[in-house]
Nanobody, 118 residues
Framework: ELVESGGGLVQSGGSLRLSCAAS????????MGWYRRAPGKERELVAA???????SYTDSVKGRFTISRDNAKNTLYLQMNSLKPEDTAVYYC??????????????WGQGTQVTVSS
């Protein structure tokens, strides 16, 4: 299970920090990421991070967003700075896991709303 928190309403130029806590019986937590879906738009991969800490970002958030993870707490973060109205969306975290039999699974969070006012 993935549980997100940290969304809300913020003014343009402001900051928010999203968190995503993973729980349940998995053997290994592999790559994790943040997607977003804005009204009327396709779902978009915002940022991703491997189990080793390598990161990638979509161009529109580079230099403003930072993805990180705490492997000891099985928690994923997204620090969002210099927010713009076009960042308004529902943000979802996702995680790739392996169970005890080394079967891969992908989990999604329930989504958290981020609204940036101009």
């Amino acid at each position: 299970e993935l549980v997100e928190s940290g969304g809300g309403l913020v003014q343009s130029g402001g900051s928010l920090r999203l968190s995503c806590a993973a729980s349940g019986s998995f053997f290994r937590l592999n790559a994790m990421g943040w997607y977003r879906r804005a009204p009327g738009k396709e779902r978009e991969l915002v940022a991703a991070i491997t189990s080793g800490g390598s990161t990638s970002y979509t161009d529109s958030v580079k230099g403003r967003f930072t993805i990180s993870r705490d492997n000891a707490k099985n928690t994923l973060y997204l620090q969002m700075n210099s927010l713009k109205p076009e960042d308004t969306a529902v943000y979802y975290c996702t995680a790739d896991t392996l169970d005890g039999a080394w079967n891969p699974h992908t989990f999604w969070g329930q989504g958290t709303q981020v609204t940036v006012s101009s």
